[in-house]
Nanobody, 121 residues
Framework: QVQLVESGGGWVQVGESLRLSCVASGTIFDENAMAWYRQVHGNQRELVAG???????KYSRSVKGRFAISRDNAKNTVYLQMNSLKPDDTGVYFC???????????????WGPGTQVTVSS
């Protein structure tokens, strides 16, 4: 089993920044990828950013250039630095861990409980 715990969410105003963290524990795949997904109003979760075991990253178009995902393998932690936040960034952000071979296209793997991010104008 894998446990994921997110932190760092909150309420901010337009243009401000937040940094999300997610710590993984338990039986973690040697070769894994980690990601952040966002869910708005109970709709399907959508990929915000992902990072592979080799450090290769993937971003959604809406956050590219503003958000940065990184990981510390020694701490089993993934981060999401969110800059220049917009109201459209509002949602519940979920941390995800999956085998490295599993595409971010699929909503699969292990999930954290989520952390709320609210951007107010």
């Amino acid at each position: 089993q894998v446990q994921l715990v997110e932190s760092g969410g909150g309420w901010v105003q337009v243009g401000e920044s937040l940094r999300l963290s997610c710590v993984a524990s338990g039986t973690i795949f040697d070769e894994n990828a980690m990601a952040w997904y966002r869910q708005v109003h109970g709709n399907q979760r959508e990929l915000v950013a992902g990072i592979g075991s080799d450090g290769e990253t993937k971003y959604s178009r809406s956050v590219k250039g503003r958000f940065a995902i990184s990981r510390d393998n020694a701490k089993n932690t993934v981060y999401l630095q969110m800059n220049s936040l917009k109201p459209d960034d509002t949602g519940v952000y979920f941390c995800n861990l999956r085998p490295a071979w599993l595409s971010f296209t699929y909503e699969d793997g292990y999930w954290g409980p989520g952390t709320q991010v609210t951007v107010s104008s």
